[in-house]
C-alpha cells in the first residue's frame, strides 16, 4: 500500500490529515467523503454541480484544468484564483503533503 499525506482545512479552520492511498484511483472529492468532511459531491464526480469546490493551499503542479471543470467553475459561487474542483484531482504519488481548504457551501 502506497499512501500520501494530504491536508484538509474544513470551513471551521480545522486541519485535517487524511491518509490517501494512491492505488485505488481515488480523487480528492471522494478522500474527504471517506472521511466523512462536508463535501456533497453531488454529480458523482463528473465536474458538474462543483459542490466539491476547494482551494489550493501548497504549490503543487496539478493536472490542467479541463473543459468541463473550467465551465463549472465559471458558473460557481466564492470563486477564487486557486479553485479547483476537488473530483478532478487524482490521488498521485506526487500529491504528497497538498493542502486544501473546502470552499464554502453554495447558497
Keep these: 500500500m502506497s ?3 494530504i491536508k484538509v482545512k ?3 479552520g480545522v486541519v485535517h490529515e487524511l491518509q490517501a492511498p494512491t492505488d ?3 480523487n480528492v472529492m471522494e478522500l ?3 472521511y466523512e468532511l462536508p463535501v456533497d ?3 458523482g464526480g463528473m465536474a458538474m454541480c462543483a459542490s466539491c ?3 489550493i493551499l501548497s504549490n503543487h503542479q496539478l493536472p490542467e484544468i479541463g473543459d ?3 465551465a463549472m467553475l465559471a458558473d460557481a459561487f466564492f470563486v477564487k484564483p486557486n479553485s479547483r474542483l ?3 484531482i487524482p490521488i498521485m504519488k506526487d500529491l504528497e503533503g497538498l493542502e486544501i481548504e473546502l470552499a464554502q457551501e453554495s447558497l
Design 3 to 5: 499512501d500520501i499525506l
Design 32 to 34: 474527504c467523503k471517506a
Design 68 to 70: 468541463a471543470e473550467e
Design 24 to 26: 485505488m484511483a481515488m
Design 53 to 55: 469546490q476547494c482551494y
Design 86 to 88: 476537488g473530483c478532478q
Design 10 to 12: 474544513d470551513r471551521e
Design 41 to 43: 459531491g453531488t454529480c
